[in-house]
């Protein structure tokens, strides 16, 4: 295959939603439908004891909720699919933000009883910032909720985009019979089933008098009630301005029992759009240019706890990325050639020789080669932007809780930092280390990793601070004064620059008010 039409075919997308919408049982279903897998996994259920691919961690399968995003990828009729399944809860939104800088699309899940939860709105505006398409799916029909057109008006009103339905629902709860596919003009009836796909009866036309034998008369004319209703308020779907993130298509089904899936997924390839040009620093990156460019948006650290091997994920943003092949790392200025480049499912991982632009690539990280920002190219001074740390919310001291295990607690502290799932930062007055995160969460998920991946024991003290801002100025007398006069609140963060830690809102705005030339930052991209 040539390289453009390897990259044509590549689509790259996000799940994301507010917890238990049903983010990462329709990751599962997605790949069940994929043939990806061949048995879909509980999310949560003590019964079953397959956990979901993408909940992969072990603190994920007993609390049953994403901490981390995965990566996955598979084949489907022809193209290749790359879906980055995101944490849902608040307390690891950051992972959510940087995630979606390196996808073409998304696909947001609604709980069709709960509507539109605080997170995704939060998620919506940040996919509005970039003006990345987006795919809606009602989920959970098979439960009482909100009447569907309700929904429609609740999406438009509280996410602020105009929705087109590409599919919908015959009944809802315990009445839930299938859904009508309106993008091709056909009708599904599904049998529930948690574990496997299941056979389709279709109608083209839902004016078909057989119709009414498999969903009754009155479902067969609320059916045609309703969709000559969408008909009439909402537009014909319009392909470009979905791609322009003005419109967004809504599917309705279960994803726990298979229902509206397959919709979703063969809508998808043919509307989702394929790698897209992304901004440098320097220019447009083109993703149909010859020459490689890529840029590091995660670290995970144990992905295989036997060897306690970081890897790099690696965005392809342009041309094709090849094994054994020198690149330029830009920020350290060097070349580097990577022998076991690797694909995933989840977890699972396998070498691949070549990979293109759209997709994802895992690159072994044990010597702490990569930051979450770095640029890999095949020569050229590229830098992408837009992968910020932001200001934490939440602050601890972390100590150690066995002395006979420093050495693991201090490689574990620095590998799950640079994961950017929380911030180091060392207090200059006291040298004590200063966890930052943006929800309590996080610490309990930090300190469980610490103890089951490096066998490191740590415990938490409280500290009382506000904010922590990073900090520089041009004046160096003016700077070097602010620092002796605030030596208790100087601290640094993993890279080495300076942060200022407020305790109190009153405390940041007199120290911006007192030394006008230093700048205050509340994100660490500057």
Avoid at 75 to 89: R, W
Avoid at 149 to 171: G, T, W
Avoid at 189 to 199: G, V
Avoid at 324 to 331: A, D, G, Q
Wanted: with cysteine; glycine share 6%.
């Amino acid at each position: 295959m040539s390289l453009d039409t390897e990259i044509q075919r590549r689509r790259t997308f996000a799940i994301i939603s507010h917890p238990d919408a049903g983010k990462t049982t329709l990751t599962e279903k997605l790949l069940l439908f994929g043939g990806a897998i061949h048995v879909a996994g509980a999310v949560k259920s003590n019964k079953i004891r397959k956990t979901a691919t993408s909940d992969w961690m072990e603190i994920e399968k007993q609390r049953g909720i994403s901490v981390a995003s995965s990566v996955m990828g598979f084949e489907y009729k022809d193209f290749k699919i790359n879906i980055l399944d995101t944490p849902g809860h608040q307390d690891f939104a950051e992972d959510t933000f940087r995630t979606l800088t390196a996808v073409d699309s998304v696909i947001i899940v609604v709980d069709a009883a709960k509507g539109v939860e605080m997170q995704t709105r939060r998620l919506m505006e940040v996919c509005r910032m970039r003006n990345t398409p987006v795919i809606i799916f009602v989920n959970k029909m098979d439960r009482e909720g909100k009447d569907p057109f309700d929904l429609l008006d609740e999406l438009e009103n509280e996410l602020k985009i105009a929705v087109r339905p590409l599919s919908f629902p015959i009944n809802a709860g315990a009445k839930f019979k299938g859904v009508y596919n309106i993008f091709e003009k056909k009708l599904d009836l599904y049998t529930p089933d948690k574990q496997h796909i299941t056979e389709k009866i279709e109608f083209s036309d839902v004016k078909n008098p057989a119709l009414s034998t498999y969903i009754g008369n009155e479902d067969t004319a609320k059916l045609c009630d309703d969709l000559e209703l969408i008909q009439g308020v909402y537009s014909e779907f319009d392909i470009d301005k979905y791609l322009s993130g003005s419109v967004a298509p809504v599917f309705f089904g279960s994803a726990l029992n298979n229902f509206g899936v397959n919709e979703l997924l063969d809508c998808f390839i043919k509307i989702a759009p394929p790698p897209q040009p992304i901004a440098a620093q320097e220019r447009i990156v083109n993703p149909f240019e010859e020459t490689f460019s890529g840029f590091v948006f995660k670290i995970h650290a144990n992905m295989d706890p036997n060897h306690r091997s970081c890897i790099a994920f690696v965005k392809i943003c342009s041309g094709k990325f090849e094994r054994n092949v020198n690149y330029k790392h830009i920020r350290l200025s060097k070349m580097m050639k990577f022998s076991a480049p690797t694909a995933f499912m989840a977890q699972k991982k396998e070498t691949v020789d070549e990979a293109f632009a759209g997709d994802i690539v895992g690159l072994p990280d044990n010597g702490g080669t990569f930051k979450i920002g770095d640029t890999l190219t095949s020569g050229e001074d590229l830098h992408f932007k837009g992968l910020p740390s932001f200001s934490p919310e939440m602050f601890k001291y972390i100590e150690n809780a066995d002395p006979m295990k420093t050495k693991q607690l201090e490689k574990g502290i620095a590998q799950l930092m640079d994961e950017g799932v929380a911030q180091l930062f060392i207090n200059q007055y006291n040298n004590r280390k200063i966890i930052g995160t943006v929800g309590q969460l996080q610490f309990e998920v930090i300190q469980y990793r610490l103890e089951h991946e490096y066998g490191a024991l740590c415990r938490w003290e409280s500290i009382s601070l506000y904010k922590a801002c990073w900090i520089e100025s041009d004046n160096a007398t003016e700077f070097e004064n602010f620092k002796r006069r605030k030596a208790q609140y100087l601290a640094k963060d993993k890279d080495g620059r300076d942060v200022f830690l407020a305790d109190s809102q009153y405390i940041l705005q007199m120290a911006q008010n007192d030394f006008k030339n230093i700048k205050f930052h509340f994100n660490s991209e500057f």
